[in-house]
Every structure is written in structure tokens, then in C-alpha cells.
């Protein structure tokens, strides 16, 4: 029987905390309870938790497009509050996995696919930041991969407008299910 997976994705200090370099602040910081509790629900269930998070080198290429983030072994790559609290309780669960990445997509030059998969998951869930960026592009990872896909509106956010447009086209795009 096959599993479901929740994808936490880039919910770091630098993407989520009012003093991250990078930070989406208020919208990310009001999903972190929906996360939360959506992370204990997947345990409970023995589904899977990923923590999917970006993971640089001080001179990545990438920081010639954005601000500084998420580089490794600094303050701003841990999970925000809450997040790393419940990480540090649940990290040597069998079901919860951390996936560091290199790009906007999760199963990008990561292991989360062969995670995924040794754990019999069908279907992932997603969760984080940026709805448009991130969440979408991991979509569409995801979908390429054969996994069936399912945003949840209320655990998502971004720096953007465009929550709602991206939300739609992975519907529209992936056939990705909108909780």
C-alpha cells in the first residue's frame, strides 16, 4: 500500500523570519501552525515528512540573482522557530527525512526521490515557500517523476502576487489536487 508524503519546503530562518535575507515574513510565518499540524497528521498516519531545504555554498552562482540565503551551517538555514523544534523531537523518525537542495526543485540533483521511494510513496503534499518558485517547480519535479501531487493552499505563501495564479496552474499544468 502506498504512501503520502509532506513536503516541507524552505521554511528557513532566511526565507521565513522577519530578519531573513530572503524573506517572504508575515505570509510564511502565519503557515507555520498549518504545517505544523499537518506534519504531526503524516506521522500519526506512518506517511512521511520531508524537509526539503535549500542548501548553498558561501559563493554559489545562484547569489548573482538573489540576496544571500540558506548557506550552509548558518542561522539561516534552520528551520524557522517551531519548525526546527518539532525537526529536533522527530529527526531520527524513520518517516521524517531532511533533503538538502541545490535548486528550486526538490528532486533536482537530491536524493528525495530514491527517499520517497523506498518508502512506497504515490502521492506528495506541498507546503513552504515560495508558492511561486519552490513549491511550483517541485510540482512539476514531482509530476515528471510519476507522483501524484496535492498544494495545499493554506500552508503555502510567497513574496509575490501570484499565490493564487500559481496555485491555479499547477492545477491546470500538473493536475496537481488543491486542498
Partial sequence: ?????L?????SNDFVS?????????????IVPNILEAANQFLENGDVV??????HKEDDPHFELWPAHNVE???GQKLFNELEEWYEKNKHHENVVYIGKPEYDAFYNTGLDDELRKRDVAKV????????????????????????TVAHQDKMATFTDQHDTFIKHMSTVFKTEIV
Avoid at 500500500?1 to 508524503?5: K, V
Avoid at 520531508?50 to 542548501?55: F, L, T
Fill in 73 to 75: 551551517g548558518t542561522w
Fill in 125 to 148: 503534499h506541498l507546503t513552504g515557500v515560495c508558492t511561486d518558485i519552490c513549491n511550483f517547480l517541485t510540482a512539476y519535479g514531482a509530476y515528471v517523476r510519476g507522483y501524484k
Fill in 1 to 5: 500500500m502506498s504512501r503520502d508524503a
Fill in 50 to 55: 520531508a524537509i526539503c531545504m535549500d542548501n
Fill in 7 to 11: 513536503l516541507i519546503i524552505d521554511m
Fill in 18 to 30: 522577519d530578519e531573513g535575507n530572503l524573506t517572504v515574513g508575515k505570509p510564511a510565518q502565519v
